[in-house]
């Protein structure tokens, strides 16, 4: 917005207001960054003197509600809100026994299919109506978890009739974890005690809803130990495992002349540097 020119003395109307802030809403003009509002959107005003006038903002409330989603008794939650400069709104759970019959409930999401987002909590600059989630008692779920996958994205859940057999998702997705490869999917999260299943090969036939986890095997390599121009003494490769805290090998090498000071992943010495024996994740 350009400046405004007046007459001291003389009423004038303030230009209307131009400026705009996702989330919030204009609430009038006031006379320092930090006052209380003083003049409304183009209220008519007499000044005697420059005065700059500052944008006040109201953060915008949203409302969130809830749908039954076809159930066949119960009743929803009240609708909840959740304020631009607020902390995230907690979904409630099913407080008002909602009931679909043949069915059990099983969250909210932003689609009446559930297809959309399953929310445990909201904190997005709009309105939304979440949708009571249905899974039908003859037939189970199937989920796919990342298990802290840091890129890619896991599977779309399966639908499967109590009874019958289906394949597990391929990795679709493309899931990646820094230090770790993909092998496959796993029923129980920590990757041990559980079932393994190859991923567009292997069938399974569930007797619940269950989640599978990406199963994650932490990558090896060696570190090399250069002498740096040592005059004796011998180190072999040390192994690490991505991820997991391991202490360097004892230095073994000496220099006429010289102390050792530290190890470095540069021949000069720059680079990041590690003491003796340190204990370092890779």
């Known amino acids: 917005m350009s400046d405004q020119s007046f007459t001291a003395g003389t009423p004038f109307s303030l230009t209307s207001n131009g400026f705009t802030r ?5 609430a009038g003009w006031a006379t320092s960054s930090g006052g209380s509002v003083v003049y409304t959107n183009t209220q008519s005003v007499t000044l005697y003197a420059a005065t700059p006038l500052y944008a006040k903002w109201s953060a915008i409330t949203y409302t969130i509600t809830y749908d039954s989603n076809t159930a066949d008794s ?3 939650p009240a609708n909840g809100s959740y304020t631009t400069d ?5 979904v409630v759970g099913n407080t008002g026994s909602l009931v679909k019959s043949g069915f059990t409930f099983a969250g909210w999401n932003s689609l009446s299919t559930g297809l959309g987002t399953t929310y445990t909590s909201y904190s997005t600059s709009a309105d939304i109506t979440l949708y009571a989630v249905w ?17 890619g994205s896991p599977p779309l859940f399966q639908t499967v009739t109590t009874g019958q057999s289906t394949t597990v998702r391929s990795n679709s997705g493309n899931l990646t974890r820094t230090g770790f490869t993909f092998q496959g999917w796993y029923t129980n999260s920590s990757g041990t005690g559980g079932t393994a299943y190859i991923p567009g090969v292997e069938n399974i036939t569930p007797g619940s809803n269950l989640t599978l986890y990406a199963k994650w095997a932490a990558t090896t390599f060696p570190i090399t130990f250069d002498s740096n121009t040592a005059t004796s003494g011998t180190m072999s490769n040390q192994t690490f495992t991505a991820g997991t805290a391991q ?3 004892t230095n073994g090498f000496t220099k006429t002349g010289y102390t050792f000071s530290n190890w470095a992943t540069a021949a000069n010495g720059s680079g990041t540097t590690y003491v003796n024996a340190e204990s370092v994740t890779l």
Do not use: A, H, K, Q
Not at 86 to 90: R, V
């Open 74 to 76: 119960g009743s929803v």
């Open 22 to 26: 996702s989330g919030y809403s204009f």
């Open 86 to 90: 607020g902390t995230p709104y907690t």
């Open 135 to 151: 899974n039908n008692n003859s037939s189970y779920r199937i989920d796919y978890s990342g298990n802290e996958n840091n890129g």
């Open 247 to 249: 202490s360097l090998t």
